[in-house]
């Protein structure tokens, strides 16, 4: 599924976790830094960059809660399945990002 995106970094949140990021980023060439949930980044002001975080659900809950401008009442009520790919874009540095894809299994994209 993700062979075809370029994937500049990535990141994850467990020692768990950064040996499945390293097998999805077979490509990228770098290692994958492993800290505590997940912190919004600079984007380069000219271009686009992709980055790969796996991480727990509750890691993701809390970072999609907080720039989606959720207030901590709606947070739970965020359903996310468990190996599945969710896409923030971001479309300006400094921008509000905006949801592309949530909970979206990786066999769901062999049938598009």
Do not use: C
């Amino acid at each position: 599924m993700l062979k075809s995106a370029r994937i500049e970094a990535a990141s994850a949140d467990s020692a768990v976790n950064r040996e499945i990021a390293l097998r999805l980023w077979q490509s990228g060439g770098g290692d994958v830094r492993v800290k505590p949930g997940l912190e919004s980044r600079s984007i380069p002001e000219d271009r686009l960059t992709n980055h790969l975080h796996v991480v727990y659900e509750s890691s993701l809950r809390a970072y999609l809660a907080d720039a989606l401008g959720m207030d901590q009442a709606d947070r739970a009520r965020l359903r996310l399945a468990p190996f599945t790919l969710t896409v923030l874009h971001y479309p300006q540095p400094g921008s509000s990002p905006i949801l592309q894809a949530m909970n979206i299994h990786y066999t769901r994209l062999l049938s598009l």
